[in-house]
C-alpha cells in the first residue's frame, strides 16, 4: 500500500502545524540473527508486520524525537544528535531490546535528512523538519517474552511551532494519575508511558488548560514533568531549578539548559521540587524537542492558581534562554563543541 507522497510545494513554510506528512524517503534497519542488516532509505511508508508482533500485544516499542534546521548558510543542523542516540540505547536496555550503534544511528538520521532536504523549512520560519526515530518488536508471538527480531525506523516530516500561539505562557493544572511508576519505565521513551498519557491530558484540555503537571507517584508531592514535557523553574535567588526523580524522562533539551544557565549567570541544579512551594520562582516553562521551551504562567493545584512571573508575558530569564538555544540550534550562534552535527546535503 502507498499513497502520494508530499512535495515542497505543497507547504507553507510560514504556517505549518505539527502534524505527519508522507515524505518521500525513511531509513529502515532490522535486527535478526543477532545482528542488525546494513539499513538504508526505503521509499514505502506501509510495513508488512505479522498480527502476532511482540509490540502490538506486549509492547516493546521506544521512540525519539529530533529536528534538522535551516541555517542562513542554506547548510543544515542536527542537534545533539549523539544524546538521542544514548537514550534510545537506555530505552533499549530497559525494554530489554538490543541496542543500536551510535554511528549507525547518527549516520542514518543524515541520511534521512539528506535524502528529505528539500523539506527541511527555510532559514526565518522557525520551522523545522522533525525526525522520528522509533524501535520495535516484531517477532510473532502470543506469550510473554522478549522479542528476537526488531524494526529501526526513522522518518521525517516538517513541522511548525508545537504550540500554536508560539512563545507565549500557557496554564497548567495537577490531575489524579500518575505518569510512570517510581521504578518502572518513566526514564524510557517507551510508547506506553505516552499511552497513558493520553486520558490525563484530554481531562485537563477539556478543563482549559494546556496540559497536566503529572506529581511523583509515591508522595503526589513533587513535580515530575508538564504533560510530555520537562519542567524548569527560575528562583528569585537565581536559580535554574528542574526536577530529579527515577521516573523523569532525561531530556535533552533540559540538559543543554542546565549547561547554558550558567551563562545568564543561573546556578543550574537537579532538585526536588514540590508543588507547595512554587513562590520560590520567579519564572517556570515546560522543556523538550517538540516545544523547545514553553513558558508556564500558572499552575492550579486543588483549586488554588499560581501564578508565576505573568500570565500574558514571558520572563526575562526564560527569553535569554529560548534565544540562546534556538540561536545554537540554526547556527546563529555559537554552540558548545560537540552539540551540532552539519548534514552533507550534496
Do not use: C
Not at 14 to 24: I, R, S, T, V
Not at 33 to 53: N, P
Amino acid at each position: 500500500m502507498s499513497e502520494e507522497k508530499a512535495k515542497p510545494e505543497d507547504f507553507d513554510w510560514n504556517n505549518l502545524g505539527f502534524a505527519y506528512h508522507d515524505l518521500p524517503y525513511r531509513y529502515r534497519a532490522y535486527y535478526k540473527d543477532g545482528k542488525w542488516s546494513e539499513g538504508g532509505l526505503e521509499t514505502d511508508s506501509y510495513m508488512r508486520v505479522s498480527e502476532a508482533a511482540q509490540s502490538f500485544h506486549y509492547g516493546q516499542e521506544i521512540f525519539e524525537g529530533a529536528k534538522a534546521y535551516r541555517r542562513k548558510d542554506g547548510g543544515v543542523n542536527l542537534f545533539r544528535t549523539d544524546m538521542n542516540a544514548k537514550r534510545m540505547n537506555a530505552s533499549a536496555d530497559r525494554l530489554l531490546m538490543p541496542q543500536i550503534p551510535v554511528d549507525m544511528f547518527i549516520d542514518a538520521m543524515k541520511q534521512v535528512v539528506k535524502a528529505n532536504q528539500d523539506f527541511v523549512p527555510p532559514y526565518g520560519t522557525g520551522a523545522t523538519l522533525y525526525l522520528r526515530p522509533f524501535y520495535f518488536g516484531t517477532t510473532p508471538m502470543v506469550g510473554v517474552h522478549a522479542a528476537t527480531e526488531f524494526t529501526f525506523e526513522i522518518f521525517a516530516t516538517p513541522v511548525g511551532a508545537y504550540y500554536k500561539g508560539g512563545l507565549a505562557p500557557t496554564a497548567y493544572v495537577t490531575g489524579t494519575y500518575d505518569r510512570a511508576a517510581h521504578n518502572g519505565t518513566g526514564r524510557a521513551k517507551a510508547a506506553g508511558n505516552y499511552a497513558s498519557s493520553l486520558l490525563p491530558g484530554d481531562n485537563a484540555h477539556k478543563a482549559g488548560y494546556s496540559d497536566v503537571v503529572y506529581l511523583d507517584p509515591r508522595l503526589h508531592e513533587n513535580i515530575e514533568e508538564l504533560g510530555s514535557a520537562n519542567f524548569f523553574g527560575i528562583t528569585k535567588d537565581g536559580k535554574f531549578q528542574t526536577p530529579k526523580s527515577p521516573s523523569i524522562l532525561p531530556s535533552i533539551t533540559k540538559y543543554s539548559l542546565l549547561a547554558l544557565a550558567p551563562e545568564f549567570g543561573l546556578i543550574p541544579e537537579e532538585t526536588t521540587v514540590s508543588i507547595n512551594d512554587l513562590d520560590r520562582f520567579a519564572e517556570a516553562g515546560a522543556m523538550g524537542t517538540a516545544a523547545v521551551i514553553s513558558p508556564v504562567g500558572s499552575i492550579t493545584h486543588k483549586g488554588k492558581k499560581h501564578v508565576f512571573f505573568s500570565e500574558t508575558e514571558v520572563g526575562p530569564y526564560t527569553q535569554k534562554l529560548y534565544k540562546r538555544l534556538t540561536g545554537i540550534q540554526f547556527g546563529d550562534e555559537e554552540a558548545p563543541e560537540g552539540w551540532i552535527y552539519d548534514v552533507p546535503l550534496k
